[in-house]
């Protein structure tokens, strides 16, 4: 068993042709392959998303993350500044991701070009100021706090100026088409607050679901909005100096017991995403006993070493090299097993990232 002292983010590299990294996504959601890993055995064998279902088994609880994103990526200019020539409309552009809802009209959010937006700068949004926000705090890397004003239409607002916040490694402008395809299919309304797609469950259309279901298979649901540890590259040599930003959370009646039940009597929970899983056994750390519905925060790092309590197969996309989602996946799949089925990804042409293909781990 690996120890985090002794592990280097370096130990998480792999080759990948700049090629492979999807930047679209395919013309039909459930039309990704899909990479079936044993952790039994490290056996490997491609498949396609649409033979999940007969991979699954009566008794089964899958578990996706049912955050909806929201066009978190937005244009600033600041009121206080002085333009040229008497100009009377302030110029120079700023961008500002928001990355984790604070409450009260409160964001956590990246701003770039950070050194121009100090604390104490007014922000302006839209082309009629629709939306004003003040710079609370100013943290490292681009990190702000910022606090929007009052309005009782801040989500209609973002959907109407906002853009959909597309990973850096997509090198274009979101367009139309990913305010669907860059959402899943069971996304809430009642649940927005993402700054980036639960990945693996933009493959689910409703018709897999239905046969998944048919299969008696139980689907639930728990919500984790995704934040800035989506965004922000590791910085760190080492495992044991890694600190995630925290998510919010919510594990609802319903899942806690369906997967309580599916514990005691020895049946797999499945989980759809990282951020599923990230949900689910931070949970179980906050467990006495059996799972409890709640709200919070967590912030916990999974890597080699750590003993999962919940999930017993996992659905994931392809990583970023010495990413903290690839960590996750080694600590439940063993890293050499995994990048030797990375390194068969490469080979065979995988798509990598948000709009790639997949792998089913069990």
């Known amino acids: 068993m690996l120890n985090n002292r002794s592990v280097r983010v370096s130990d998480f590299h792999f080759d990948l042709p700049p090629e492979l990294i999807a930047q679209h996504p395919p013309a039909e959601r459930d039309a990704a392959r899909m990479l079936t890993v044993s952790r039994a055995i490290g056996a490997y064998e491609d498949k396609r998303f649409r033979d ?54 409160k964001w956590r959010a990246l701003v770039k070009p950070g050194k121009k937006v100090p604390a104490g700068e007014t922000l302006l949004f839209g082309d009629n100021d629709e939306l004003t926000a003040s710079v609370l705090e100013a943290g490292d890397f681009g990190e702000r706090i910022l606090q929007f004003s009052s309005t009782e239409d801040f989500f209609s607002i973002i959907e109407r100026i906002g853009h959909m916040p597309l990973p850096p490694y997509m090198h274009r402008e979101d367009t139309l088409e990913d305010r669907t395809r860059y959402q899943t299919v069971f996304s809430s309304e009642q649940q927005k607050g993402s700054a980036a797609a639960p990945t693996a469950g933009l493959h689910f259309t409703p018709q897999i679901l239905e046969q998944i279901k048919a299969r008696g298979v139980q689907v639930q649901y728990v919500t984790l909005h995704v934040g800035l540890g989506t965004f922000q590259p590791v910085r760190v040599d080492e495992l044991k100096d890694i600190h995630l930003h925290e998510e919010p959370y919510t594990l609802p009646a319903g899942t806690a017991a369906a997967i ?5 009597e020895n049946r797999r929970v499945i989980a759809a995403g990282t951020t599923t899983v990230r949900t689910l056994e931070h949970c179980a750390q906050q467990a006495n006993g059996e799972l409890q519905p709640h709200s919070g925060t967590t912030s916990i790092f999974i890597s080699p070493g750590f003993q999962f309590r919940i999930v017993d197969a996992l659905l994931t996309n392809f990583h970023l090299p010495q990413s903290t989602l690839l960590m996750l996946v080694s600590a439940f799949t063993g890293r050499e097993s995994v990048l030797r089925a990375y390194n068969h990804a490469v080979n065979e042409r995988y798509r990598f990232f948000s709009y790639g293909d997949c792998m089913f781990v069990s």
Request: glycine share 6%; charged share 20%.
């Open 52 to 105: 999940l279902p007969s991979l699954l088994r009566e008794g089964d609880v899958l578990v996706l993350n049912n955050s909806r994103v929201i066009p978190a990526r937005l244009f600033a200019r600041r009121a206080g500044l002085h333009t040229q020539h008497n100009s009377p409309v302030p110029t120079g552009q700023i961008e500002v991701l928001l990355t984790q809802p604070l409450g009260e009209n």
């Open 260 to 264: 309580n039940r599916a514990k005691a």
